[in-house]
């Protein structure tokens, strides 16, 4: 019943799932069988077991770990706020399609499932490059092996958060309640805030970090990043690859949905 249910056109728009119109069970069975997700898992399994293989001492190889789920949100709030929410980007043709692809095309419509998961393409390589150099600069190979599988973990759980935050769904635990909520504003008050996902420590050191409507102005760019027709006129690239000129308001779901 559920299978069905998901495979339901009332649930999709174009080729990707709308989580403004799904529940936790279809969002359950669309994250565990969604291509990119697989690919992650399978790559952990991979460094997980090169990890057993070169594993010599528990100590280094807990360190990497650790190392990684420390280093992880600072890093992720960096990229996320200089770099895709940056304007450079899509002031370079060679780098507009990219942009388009990892964060605008979210902005624009965050419910839809496909642009919600970076392409793994780009998302791999720069795991990589985060984690193996701490693994191994702490514990040779092993370390570099439990450090890319803690990053490819952690991005997994990362996505799965980020999941239930544009859900059509309300948590019962209070903490991911407020988890929701601070990102909600991030995508439909102003985006120039709220950067975590899961952990907003780094919002609260560098000062981006609101808690409620009240607390920040409300942005005119919030969906389209700062990307609008004027910006599109001049930079055309990204909206030739979109086909139209970028929307002040996301289509799909209602946006009040989530901010419950």
């Known amino acids: 019943m559920i299978t069905n249910t998901l495979k339901n056109s009332s649930i999709r728009t174009g080729r990707s799932f709308d989580l403004g119109k799904m529940n936790l069970s279809q969002l359950w069975i669309a994250y565990l069988t969604y291509p990119t997700i697989l690919l ?17 001492s528990l100590a280094p190889v807990a360190i990497s770990i650790v190392s990684v789920i420390l ?5 992720w709030y960096c990229i996320h706020r ?9 002031r370079m043709k060679w780098s507009a399609t990219l942009w388009k692809r990892i ?6 419509d965050p419910h839809l499932l496909d642009v919600l ?10 795991i990589a490059i985060v984690t193996i150099p701490i693994g191994y600069a702490i514990g040779n ?23 239930i935050q544009h859900l059509n769904y309300k948590p019962r635990m209070g903490w991911i309640q407020r988890m929701k909520q601070r990102h909600v504003l991030h995508h439909f008050h102003n985006e120039n805030g709220n950067y975590g996902i899961t952990s907003f420590v780094a919002d ?13 102005p409300r942005s005119p760019t919030v969906f389209n990043l700062g990307y609008d027709v004027n910006e599109a006129k001049q930079y055309p690239w990204v909206m030739e690859e979109t086909g139209s000129p970028p929307r002040d308001r996301p289509d799909g779901a209602n946006t009040t949905r989530t901010a419950a």
């Open 40 to 56: 992650y898992f399978a790559l952990a399994l991979v460094s997980y077991a090169l990890m057993i293989y070169n594993f010599t």
């Open 82 to 90: 200089f770099i895709l929410h940056g304007r450079f980007l899509y």
């Open 141 to 163: 190979i092993a370390g570099a092996a439990a450090a890319f599988g803690a990053g490819l973990t952690i991005t997994c759980i990362y996505e799965f958060f980020h999941c």
């Open 204 to 216: 609260r050191l560098f000062r981006s970090y609101y808690v409620d409507a009240r607390g920040c």
């Open 117 to 126: 998961f970076g392409s793994p393409l780009n998302t791999i390589p720069t």
């Open 103 to 108: 964060h605008f095309d979210h902005h624009q």
């Open 71 to 75: 280093v992880y949100p600072l890093v």
